[in-house]
């Protein structure tokens, strides 16, 4: 389906969505309601925007349920192969993965809050062109015993045959609040560091700036191979719920549990490490550091 104007669906009640190829769509206010069934996949997708270009989803609800172990199971939102998508407003509860981009082309994703994810709140691969800003991403609940590499931002490059490019990651809130710690802004650059790719696959225009990190675990802002990187503008501090059950014995880890800045990988092209707050701040060339920087110091 492809509609010159948009057409808008405002104010739908579903259990599950999925869009596949088409052009010209506005979800307005919609609530995606999802119950766990018995036997569903953890992968199982509930909102799945599948080759569409001008799609756009602005101040919605995906509500998902807790799965067998009670946590947040599923996937929330899943967009695959798109172009000029947004999503706006849009509040994200209770799944594995709050949302994930795979293969997109002029990407917005702006002021949604997401929370009481059990893994991953927003996940990004071969992307280009696209912005995250104003988004409040808070309080994981996870089980205690899960071995889930738990990330609040992640953009990763495994099997990908182009790089992500011209990211933007601004003014986003990353709070661990009363929830389970997490990684907060990730990239690493598997292409790169594991399967042997060069130049070509580092990623392309990275500005991360202005965003406010609350959380206890050390990678704060890691980013791997880059060509143009900017990290301007950023605070953060460790902070730590203790009563969680995730958090159980977190505490004593010591410098692990101390976000700090990781700019310590291959670059090329400008790098600009500018008016950051950090307990720790790791540059791999002096030259990057342009000033402004405050090392708070770890505390633990």
Same mark, same amino acid.
């Given at each position: 389906?492809?509609?010159?104007?948009?057409?808008?669906? =405002?104010?739908?009640?579903? =259990?599950?969505?999925?869009? #596949?190829?088409?052009?010209?769509?506005?979800?307005?206010?919609?609530?995606?309601?999802?119950?766990? $069934?018995? %036997? $569903?996949? *953890?992968?199982?997708?509930?909102?799945?925007? #599948?080759?569409?270009?001008?799609?756009?989803?602005?101040?919605?609800?995906?509500?998902?349920?807790?799965?067998?172990? %009670?946590?947040?199971?599923?996937?929330?939102?899943?967009?695959?192969?798109?172009?000029?998508?947004?999503?706006?407003? *849009?509040?994200?509860?209770?799944?594995?993965?709050?949302?994930?981009?795979?293969?997109?082309?002029?990407?917005?994703?702006?002021?949604?809050?997401? *929370?009481?994810?059990?893994?991953?709140?927003?996940?990004?691969?071969?992307? !280009?062109?696209?912005?995250?800003?104003?988004?409040?991403?808070?309080?994981?609940?996870?089980?205690?015993?899960?071995?889930?590499? =738990?990330?609040?931002?992640?953009?990763?490059?495994?099997?990908?045959?182009?790089?992500?490019?011209?990211?933007?990651?601004?003014?986003?809130?990353?709070?661990?609040?009363?929830?389970?710690?997490? $990684?907060?802004?990730?990239?690493?650059?598997?292409?790169?560091?594991?399967?042997?790719?060069?130049?070509?696959?580092?990623?392309?225009?990275?500005?991360?700036?202005?965003? *406010?990190? !609350?959380?206890?675990?050390?990678?704060?802002?890691?980013?791997?191979?880059?060509?143009?990187?900017?990290?301007?503008?950023?605070?953060?501090? &460790?902070?730590?719920?203790?009563?969680?059950?995730?958090?159980?014995?977190?505490?004593?880890?010591?410098?692990?549990?101390?976000?700090?800045?990781?700019?310590?990988?291959?670059?090329?092209?400008?790098?600009?490490?500018?008016?950051?707050?950090?307990? &720790?701040?790791?540059?791999?060339?002096?030259?990057?550091? =342009?000033?402004?920087?405050?090392?708070?110091?770890?505390?633990?």
């Amino acid at each position: 389906l492809t509609f010159a104007d948009p057409v808008t669906i =405002k104010g739908a009640t579903i =259990k599950a969505l999925v869009v #596949n190829s088409c052009e010209g769509i506005i979800f307005d206010g919609c609530h995606i309601d999802y119950d766990y $069934q018995p %036997g $569903q996949p *953890t992968h199982y997708t509930v909102a799945n925007i #599948n080759g569409g270009k001008r799609v756009t989803m602005k101040d919605c609800r995906i509500t998902g349920s807790g799965g067998p172990d %009670g946590y947040g199971y599923g996937f929330g939102l899943v967009a695959d192969y798109c172009e000029d998508f947004e999503v706006s407003g *849009t509040e994200i509860r209770t799944f594995q993965r709050g949302l994930m981009i795979r293969v997109g082309t002029n990407i917005r994703v702006a002021d949604n809050n997401i *929370t009481d994810i059990s893994g991953d709140s927003m996940a990004f691969s071969l992307c !280009k062109d696209i912005v995250i800003e104003g988004n409040y991403v808070h309080d994981f609940r996870s089980d205690p015993a899960s071995e889930f590499h =738990k990330d609040m931002l992640q953009f990763w490059s495994k099997d990908d045959t182009q790089p992500s490019e011209n990211i933007t990651i601004r003014n986003n809130i990353f709070d661990i609040g009363e929830g389970a710690w997490t $990684q907060s802004i990730f990239m690493r650059n598997e292409a790169v560091d594991a399967d042997g790719r060069g130049p070509e696959m580092f990623y392309q225009n990275v500005v991360i700036e202005g965003n *406010t990190i !609350k959380n206890a675990h050390l990678h704060g802002i890691t980013v791997g191979e880059t060509n143009g990187l900017t990290i301007r503008g950023n605070v953060l501090e &460790r902070k730590l719920n203790p009563n969680n059950p995730a958090n159980a014995g977190w505490g004593g880890r010591g410098s692990v549990t101390v976000p700090g800045i990781f700019a310590t990988s291959t670059y090329t092209g400008e790098v600009v490490i500018q008016n950051n707050t950090a307990p &720790r701040i790791a540059i791999g060339d002096p030259a990057w550091d =342009k000033g402004g920087n405050t090392v708070t110091g770890t505390g633990a």
